[in-house]
């Protein structure tokens, strides 16, 4: 074993300060590793500084001129016996019996520091045997693969956090293609439509991946020059199936904050649609699929028990037909007949239960529809989810959601927060997962955001987001390091890591569809 350096300072249990010996070199993101109690413990330099004895204030009040500072250099010796580093090492661990442990007691100062092996390092680094895992990307400057807990990651959610353009989508994408062949059903919500990408494979690998792409376009939009595009860069169409809603799936609270939110609801209008809504959605599990007339029709007998007499009842019932009509002729995500097409191409209702059960990606490219609508979309789409998980009627299923701060804003109104808090509450019990990518996590409701057991940071600059993952990662040592990263480097923190990583992401086996263009003109 190898003797580096000596431990100088050891103010926590947490890390340690410790001067590497002459000619030994230290850079941030060296493994080292030092012995507690006869237990050889890992850590990570998080911090490397060089200072030298010589240069107090009042030494350095001389340096004005270059012939001033040689002299010093050449009296003083400063580059040679003067001149030393210091480095701050952060405690991962050691392990026991397979797993992780951390030492509750501090390293002792004078404590020799090792270089870590390779050897010593994949060991550490290995999963344990029980569980199942995925390879993700290789530990930074090293070649050991990063395995990551694919249960943990499914069922105990995650959440993806960077500014935008360092990479988020192709992390999502590497994650997804390793789950894929999992044979896990997996959902992506795609607000900019850029994974119908994936069915078009990238390496040999990709071809499998590829094959369990599903792409869903949502509602009655033109995606003409998606298509175009699409055709042009990969050489092939792009296929999908057109879906949409029932209006009768919408939950009844969620109707009735569209509704208040778009047009305003009088506290009768709002008695009326209750019993209304109640009776119209009557039919259990299989609402019929009828016209908007008809709905609207349901509505207003089964509520006009509640309305007010006389004149003040006939307002409220005209006011409330007037508003639901407004909502569900003019948004594009409803169907209201079978058999209903948009620019020759079918229309097929959103099958959840059939997307929770077979092992494939389900892309559904919202990227035509306005943020409501696409709102209103996802809270349908996670309600019906959880009701049928709650049944124990669907395999365990990763859902992602892209621009999650949409969704779930931690400020603003949106009818989609509730549903997407419900499941990462209580969907780890049922096999509902999540995994929430934002490029503005301060913006991410933190009800949301905290039940990501397992947390993936990418490059982030605003101050605000630092700010916030300061106070929800207690593992990262320092945000800082966040603002340093490449495109290709992650930070993994939570359950489903051993110790919080920095990695370098691995390769994509599919086609990436969220590449920023290029300008092709050059200015001369």
């Not at 030492?103 to 020799?112: I, T």
Request: aromatic fraction near 8%.
């Amino acid at each position: 074993m190898e003797k580096i350096g000596v431990v100088i300072r050891s103010p926590s249990i947490y890390y340690y300060i410790f001067r590497p010996f002459r000619g030994i070199e230290i850079d941030v993101g060296t493994f080292v590793a030092v012995e507690v109690d006869g237990a050889r413990v890992l850590s990570k330099v998080t911090a490397v500084r060089h200072r030298n004895t010589a240069t107090d204030p009042r030494l350095i009040a001389h340096f004005d001129d270059v012939e001033t500072v040689d002299t010093v250099k050449e009296t003083l010796g400063i580059e040679d016996a003067l001149y030393y580093t210091e480095a701050k090492a952060v405690v991962l661990g050691a392990r026991r019996g397979g797993r992780i442990y951390r030492p509750q007691k501090p390293v002792k100062p004078l404590s020799y520091v090792y270089k870590a092996s390779k050897s010593e390092l994949e060991e550490f680094f290995a999963p344990r045997s029980d569980g199942v895992y995925i390879t993700v990307g290789t530990v930074k400057g090293t070649d050991i693969p990063v395995r990551i807990d694919a249960e943990r990651l499914v069922t105990h959610h995650c959440a993806i956090l960077a500014s935008t353009g360092a990479g988020k989508s192709w992390l999502a994408g590497v994650i997804v293609e390793r789950l894929s062949l999992l044979d896990i059903p997996i959902i992506i919500v795609d607000p900019h439509g850029e994974y119908s990408a994936m069915s078009i494979p990238a390496t040999d690998k990709g071809k499998q991946v590829s094959e369990k792409v599903r792409i869903y376009v949502v509602g009655k939009v033109d995606v003409k020059h998606v298509d175009e595009a699409f055709a042009q860069r990969y050489g092939h169409p792009r296929v999908y199936t057109r879906v949409g809603i029932n209006p009768r799936s919408l939950p009844p609270r969620t109707l009735e904050k569209i509704l208040a939110d778009l047009y305003g609801l009088t506290d009768a209008q709002r008695r009326i649609l209750e019993e209304g809504w109640q009776q119209a959605t009557s039919y259990g599990e299989r609402q019929p699929l009828t016209s908007v007339e008809e709905l609207v029709k349901e509505v207003l007998d089964g509520g006009r028990h509640v309305a007010p007499p006389g004149y003040a009842g006939e307002m409220a019932l005209r006011g409330l037909e007037g508003r639901l009509k407004s909502l569900f002729y003019n948004s594009p995500i409803f169907i209201t007949m079978y058999g209903e097409t948009y620019q020759g191409e079918p229309l097929k209702l959103i099958d959840p239960q059939a997307y929770a059960t077979s092992p494939n990606i389900h892309v559904f490219d919202l990227s035509g529809l306005d943020s409501l609508d696409q709102q209103i979309f996802l809270a349908v789409l996670l309600d019906q989810l959880y009701r049928l998980a709650t049944r124990r009627r669907i395999a365990t299923t990763f859902t992602v959601v892209e621009e999650a701060h949409i969704f779930a804003p931690s400020s603003a109104q949106s009818v989609s927060r509730s549903y997407l808090a419900r499941i990462a509450r209580e969907g780890r019990k049922f096999g509902l997962g999540l995994c929430l990518i934002t490029q503005r996590p301060a913006k991410l409701d933190q009800d949301v955001a905290s039940q990501a057991m397992t947390q993936i940071f990418k490059r982030m600059i605003n101050p605000n987001d630092l700010k916030y993952v300061a106070n929800v990662a207690e593992q990262l040592e320092d945000p800082r390091l966040l603002k340093t990263l490449n495109e290709d480097d992650a930070v993994v923190v939570g359950v489903s890591v051993p110790a919080p990583l920095l990695i370098t992401v691995g390769e994509r086996w599919t086609n990436h569809g969220g590449i920023t263009p290029r300008l092709r003109k050059e200015v001369t």
